[in-house]
């Protein structure tokens, strides 16, 4: 689509949506007041270039995406596309769905560059960014992946702490790691190494947790050196080292001894009072949520996740610190929100609520609680609702395989699609899906499928409109598939649409590691001049 015909689209979205141009975006940004800034373009060409502080929101998960990242309807929300009437279509869904205060970036992101303002690439920039900076500004002190193998084949005192989530640990750690993701290193250190001879190294993928994990035992003031591991588990593995997979060396599912305990919650109130973070009591939590409608309001729950299955405030998300440090924008949809860190222990909630007061979000506060809701609870979906008359089961969808009347249209994950589909479905993006029958020229019933089947269903009408052929959709999706004791297959990928949906890390891609991994670090030290070029950012490092 033409800039005109982008510009046409914009205008005829919806009522009440104008398009704001590129030098009003750019005080709006400045002026301290609530905004949403959502990139509906799919994640991979998000990442190739955005805006500095829009949230990738894509068109084909829009649904999904936007309830958590935009929970209050009323604040004002931009939307970004590439000028070619992709935010005009968001619109229309956001504003069909109660989104009052809509507007769309003019001439998207070329509008952006038009008027000489940067773009980035990569995903969870200001996070990223503010790693680097933190760093630079607090001389965060590092060892290379040679000096720590020379370390641990020398039988030094020495631990390596693994800031990453559980998950990612088992995929790839240092040899001796043990997993403590980021939240947990104060609250955990004096256990973890109770001799303060003991030299402690962090850890992570990269860059960024390693830094945040190692600036945040130098801020608590820990007796013991502190040195985060540079380039993490790629730096590792670019050195020549093998890393482990499959370990589980976890924290325990146990509060901290007694001790360590003690000097934690010292050395956060220390740390917090330093970066002017606020408690809360519950009271003052329940009159916010009754200011929900005209004052955004995130509570996060800090903990383990295990920890917010056992037992959670309702309405609390799950939002481990060491993640919501790492990719806020994954979590925070809307700028100057006010957020609220729940943790029973304090710990993490004091330390996390540090680092995004020092990233620059004002209204940060901490509630001592944990809560009596227990699992996990449903994500919020906008206008999603079974449709019984169109629903088939496994069971019905494997009859009609059987006898070649389906054609099966997989709506996940580009990524999910790869690992396991179910045989003979055709992968789809959902905002693109008109691309993809041309491609596939379907024939019997037209079923959709999606990880949980709630892609499938909201694409149903969508389907409809393209074909005159009958249109199902598998209720429960690929998950009621497996849990009918059917199998998934990796095998025979059948691409209806090219694979622009996910942003790969380094590691997880096919081909090219190496050269994927180095330029990846590369991107990560430069994002500390390119934030300089850019001046929007006020992050503010508690410094030397």
């Known amino acids: 689509m033409s800039g005109a015909a982008g510009r046409e689209a914009a205008q005829n979205a919806a009522p009440g949506i104008r398009p704001v141009p590129a030098a009003r975006l750019k005080a709006m940004l400045a002026d301290g007041e609530e905004l949403a800034l959502l990139d509906v373009r799919e994640e991979l060409v998000f990442s190739e270039s955005h805006l500095l502080h829009a949230r990738s929101a894509p068109l084909s ?20 596309d590439a000028g070619d009437g992709l935010a005009a279509r968001a619109a229309q869904v956001l504003s069909r769905h109660g989104y009052t205060d809509l507007s769309i970036l003019e001439g998207g992101i070329h509008g952006w560059t038009g008027a000489g303002y940067l773009l980035f690439s990569g995903v969870h920039v200001p996070s990223k960014a503010f790693g680097e900076v933190v760093e630079h500004e607090s001389g965060t002190p590092s060892i290379d992946a040679q000096t720590l193998k020379r370390i641990l084949d020398s039988g030094e005192d020495v631990v390596v702490l693994d800031s990453r989530p559980f998950d990612e640990f088992t995929r790839m750690s240092i040899p001796t790691g043990q997993n403590a993701p980021g939240a947990e290193l104060v609250l955990r250190i004096a256990d973890l190494a109770p001799s303060p001879e003991t030299t402690v190294v962090v850890n992570c993928a990269g860059r960024t947790r390693s ?27 670019l050195a020549g080292f093998t890393p482990d997979r499959g370990r589980e060396r976890r924290l325990p599912a146990l509060p901290p001894s007694a001790r360590a305990l003690a000097w934690a919650k010292n050395a956060a109130e220390n740390v917090a009072q330093r970066s002017c973070v606020q408690r809360i009591d519950f009271d003052t939590l329940q009159r916010w949520r009754g200011e929900s409608g005209e004052r955004t309001l995130c509570v996060f729950d800090v903990r383990d996740p295990r920890e917010y299955a056992a037992g959670h405030l309702p309405g609390a998300a799950s939002a481990p610190g060491g993640q919501l440090v790492q990719a806020t924008d994954q979590y925070v949809g809307t700028l100057h929100s006010r957020i609220v860190l729940v943790d029973d222990l304090e710990v993490r909630a004091l330390m996390t609520g540090s680092w995004l007061r020092q990233m620059g979000w004002k209204d940060v506060f901490v509630l001592a609680a944990s809560g009596s809701e227990t699992g996990w609870p449903p994500a919020p979906v906008l206008g999603f609702a079974e449709r019984p008359d169109a629903r088939l089961d496994p069971a019905a969808l494997a009859a009609l395989i059987e006898r070649r009347a389906a054609t099966v249209i997989d709506l996940s994950l580009s990524r999910e699609y790869k690992k396991g589909h179910i045989p003979g479905a055709w992968f789809a993006i959902r905002s693109r899906l008109d691309r993809a029958v041309s491609n596939i020229e379907p024939s019997g019933t037209v079923v959709l499928s999606s990880e949980d089947g709630t892609l499938a269903v909201l694409a149903l009408d969508e389907m409809r409109a393209l074909t005159a052929m009958p249109v199902r959709y598998l209720g429960g999706g690929n998950a009621a598939w497996t849990e009918s004791g059917r199998a998934l297959t990796a095998e025979e990928p059948r691409l209806a649409d090219e694979p622009l949906d996910v942003w790969l890390k380094p590691y997880d891609r096919s081909a090219g590691q190496t050269a994927a991994m180095q330029d990846y670090l590369a991107w990560e030290v430069d994002l500390l001049k390119r934030i300089e070029r850019d001046g929007s950012c006020n992050f503010h490092p508690l410094g030397r």
């Open 61 to 80: 998960r829009l649904e999904l995406r936007a309830p958590a990242l935009v929970p209050r309807r009323t604040a004002r929300a931009v939307l970004v």
């Open 211 to 237: 830094i945040i994990g190692a600036q945040s035992l130098i801020n608590a003031r820990v007796p013991n050196k502190v040195v985060a591991l540079r380039n993490g588990t790629m730096g590792w593995t």
